[in-house]
């Protein structure tokens, strides 16, 4: 067969096979235009700009972008009825060259013919378009430097720049076009950015109409407030566990029968903070006790010293500090970060660290029907101020008191606090009382929610 002929042959076999290939793809096409469910756009892509207030990731055009390469917690937020964006980012989004002058007074904008001059020391912005008009404006807050991340107030860009800002329940969007996203945007929006929320600049209580945010706080009481101002309003933990609902009042007295009570003693004279975690996890229905507990909690191994007058021992911050298991070697005890961090090996996802807070949002966790882990005392109450000693640790010098003692929260009523005592020696301790002792050996509680949490980006 001459070399030509066979060539030809191969070629139509590629070609039939392609056939072949393309048949079922061809039909699909089809198909989906004849739905009317499939559709091309040969378009440039957008370059518009959406932020969603906490985020720390926006959208531009088609790609999800960092607000800050270098900082993790810059996102834009509100004061006084500003919104602020880290200046950096505006000015690489928008082509503009960003520069502060030498006298430290002003931060600019440009942009060809287009400038924005931020006063930074008096609420003016002065505003320069392409067709050569000129404005200054009144700013509710000057730029302001968080994080090592300068951000300067939104609004003049739409001006200076030819963009038209539209919002939407937290979610901003700088557009080239005068016509208002439509509502199934706002959504698509909203729920793609507030996986990226900056909890850790922010604070992790997040306040929320429906599933928008309006607000993330550091402190539960802040959070409670605000949320209270406007009807509807919860509160959540990082945006996921419900932390406050006016539909769920707190009891005016509760006691939770779910936590067993379970003795330190006679394995573990100093055990009492894995004791209390064991009747915590066992109330969730975790079946781990508090020996196992003891061997996996985080350990700070340096050894007891005395020099120079002072006294060099381990951080109960770091892990737990000395023999757990005899009173024949120095020892204290530990407190509620090494407790979380093995807490979240059995319930993963689902412990809150709410050392910080206030006796109430304690007290409301309990009245949910979840029992609270906490630092106390021996006294049940504060404790002298002559029981405190000092140690120097790695950290640098911290106070303790061997009075330290780990209780279970598990009820309460107008006059008592009703906790699990892994000594046995009590079952009760009046408000005040509680208050006092647990606020001196600052505030330390973990409890957990009731579901597991739904993925979220990191």
Known sequence: MPRIVRQLNRWLLFLILLALCAFPFQNFILSKLK??????????????????????????????????????????????????????????KLDAELAVDKSGRTLTLSRDDAKITYSLEAGKVSIATPSGSKSAVSVNTLPVQKDGVTYVPLRPA?????????????????????????????????????????????????????TSYAALFHSWEDAV???????????????????????????????????????????????????????????AGQKVDKMELAKNIRKDTTPYEKKNGGIYFGNPHRGFVGDMYTFANPGLGVYHEPIAAVAEKYLPGRIIDMTGTSLDHLLWTVGQGTPVWVIHTTLYDSVPANAWVTWNTADGPIQVTYYEHSLLVIGY??????????LGRRDRITRAAFKRGWEQMGSQAITYTKTAPTAQAT
């Open 35 to 92: 739905e009317g469910s499939l559709s091309f756009s040969f378009g440039p892509p957008s370059d518009d700009i959406v932020l969603l207030l906490y985020s720390n990731t926006a959208r531009v055009g088609r790609y999800l972008v960092p607000l800050a390469e270098s900082e993790p917690k810059a996102a834009p937020y509100q004061e006084k009825g500003e919104t602020l964006v880290p200046a950096r980012f505006l000015a690489d």
């Open 158 to 210: 739409s001006k200076a720049f030819g963009r038209h800002i539209y919002s939407s329940d937290g979610v901003i969007a700088l557009t080239t076009t005068q016509k208002a996203p439509k509502q199934e945007k706002w959504n698509e929006w909203r729920e793609e950015l507030s996986s990226y929320l900056a909890y850790d600049a922010f604070g992790s209580y997040a306040v929320k109409m429906g």
């Open 225 to 283: 407030n605000y949320a209270k101002q406007v009807p509807g309003r919860r509160v959540t933990y990082r945006g996921q566990h419900v932390m406050w609902d006016p539909k769920k009042p707190a009891p005016k007295s509760i006691r939770l029968n779910g936590a067993p009570l379970i003795l330190q003693l006679p394995e573990l004279p100093r055990g009492c903070e894995v004791t209390a975690l064991a009747m915590l996890l066992q109330s």
């Open 413 to 422: 009523d107008e006059q008592y606090v009703y906790v699990h005592d892994p």
